[in-house]
């Protein structure tokens, strides 16, 4: 498994637990703690980029972080999903989804070119 995917993985777990603070925080060390988490998370955030395509790395960090924290709002948090919420969620992600598939297109048509103009 390439270490870029452990570093979205962890980007992804660090937001939602950063997130969950955000709900239960109520003294300045629970805000020093969130700081912290948010730190960790951009530095495995700039890991993952520098192992795959922001794109991609991106697609995933921001599904992930959609559907956890709607879950999270249901499970933890008792807030009723609605209908209309999972349409808007599957709006989001089928965004997300095409930005990263226009990534890699982009980035196919980008090689053909330089091929094309004989640069490496």
């Known amino acids: 498994m390439?270490?870029?995917?452990?570093?979205?993985?962890?980007?992804?777990?660090?937001?939602?637990?950063?997130?969950?603070?955000?709900?239960?925080?109520?003294?300045?060390?629970?805000?020093?703690?969130?700081?912290?988490?948010?730190?960790?998370?951009?530095?495995?955030?700039a890991k993952a980029c520098q192992g795959l395509p922001t794109g991609t790395v991106y697609a995933v960090f921001a599904a992930a972080g959609t559907i956890g924290t709607v879950l999270m709002d249901t499970y933890l948090f008792h807030v009723d999903i609605t209908l209309i919420k999972l349409l808007f969620i599957g709006i989001i992600l089928i965004g997300v989804i095409g930005l990263n598939l226009s990534d890699h297109n982009s980035k196919k048509d980008d090689r053909k070119s330089r091929k094309w103009m004989g640069v490496n």
């Open 2 to 45: 390439n270490r870029a995917w452990i570093y979205v993985f962890l980007t992804s777990l660090f937001e939602l637990i950063w997130l969950y603070g955000f709900n239960i925080a109520h003294t300045w060390w629970h805000w020093i703690f969130i700081l912290i988490l948010i730190y960790f998370d951009l530095q495995c955030l």
